[in-house]
């Protein structure tokens, strides 16, 4: 999986660079000059491919509970977050002038590190921090908003639902997620048309709406584990990728 991790790494900075270096030549030498791929967005449908990079988050409802070995009460919380690769495919749909439908799904690679505290900021005497991985398919269906094209650059919008499936799922975790999650999926972009293909860098937010924090735990019962556990309510995902997008 590390050995994965940085071919993709080398692969999304390569691609990235490589985009850019593109676009600075295109810029200097069509200033002025004819607009690049005009008919492109007059296509009924195209495909891409998308690198990049993301950083994954969890919101935490705590519950208060007290715990029963040591009279405390537990705070957790991610407390730094991690860059993770990106890798994925475009499959647009044109609907009108100004709106597409998109279907991009992406593989994820990243890992959350859950930090945990008592109720006077201290932590525990074996400093617990427990690290999820995840290896997350994530299947959004967006409606990309385009604004009017200017020269050779396009800024949008997109938006839509989308359902994630984590393949990393571990029952040695501390921390069991569930594997399916559902939420929201929103974000911003520009089309940059230079003269063999768009490059589109793009930011997006996924906000999970299920509570991925699986208490059917009866392996942990008893155990010092269980505390952990059970210091949190809720648990939900928070996504954010920022992508170059090649279409």
């Known amino acids: 999986?590390?050995?994965?991790?940085?071919?993709?790494?080398?692969?999304?900075?390569?691609?990235?660079t490589a985009g850019s270096n593109a676009f600075a030549q295109s810029a200097y030498k069509n200033f002025g000059k004819a607009l690049n791929l005009i008919n492109a967005d007059n296509k009924q449908y195209h495909f891409g491919f998308i690198l990049g990079f993301n950083s994954m988050d969890f919101n935490i409802d705590q519950s208060g509970v007290i715990a029963s070995d040591d009279g405390k009460v537990?705070?957790?919380?991610?407390?730094s977050l991690g860059t993770g690769f990106t890798v994925g495919i475009i499959s647009d749909l044109r609907l009108g002038e100004h709106f597409d439908l998109r279907f991009n799904p992406v593989l994820m690679f990243n890992d959350r590190t859950v930090h945990y505290v008592d109720e006077k900021g201290t932590t525990p005497e074996?400093?617990?921090?427990?690290?999820?991985?995840?290896s997350i398919i994530d299947l959004p269906l967006l409606v990309k908003m385009r604004a009017q094209r200017m020269q050779n650059f396009k800024p949008y919008l997109v938006a839509g639902p989308a359902v994630t499936l984590d393949l990393s799922r571990s029952q040695d975790c501390n921390l069991l997620l569930k594997q399916m999650d559902y939420g929201v999926e929103f974000g911003v972009g520009c089309d940059i048309y230079l003269p063999y293909f768009k490059?589109?860098?793009?930011?997006?937010?996924?906000?999970?709406?299920?509570?991925?924090?699986?208490?059917?735990?009866?392996?942990?019962?008893?155990?010092?584990?269980?505390?952990?556990?059970?210091?949190?309510?809720?648990?939900?995902?928070?996504?954010?990728?920022?992508?170059?997008?090649?279409?």
């Open 1 to 16: 999986m590390n050995k994965l991790k940085k071919i993709l790494a080398t692969a999304a900075l390569l691609a990235a």
């Open 126 to 134: 074996n400093d617990i921090d427990v690290t999820v991985k995840s």
């Open 199 to 247: 490059l589109a860098p793009e930011f997006k937010m996924f906000l999970g709406m299920n509570d991925m924090l699986d208490k059917d735990r009866p392996d942990i019962v008893g155990t010092r584990e269980e505390k952990w556990q059970n210091a949190i309510e809720k648990l939900s995902s928070r996504i954010f990728t920022l992508t170059f997008n090649f279409e």
């Open 74 to 79: 537990w705070y957790a919380d991610v407390t």
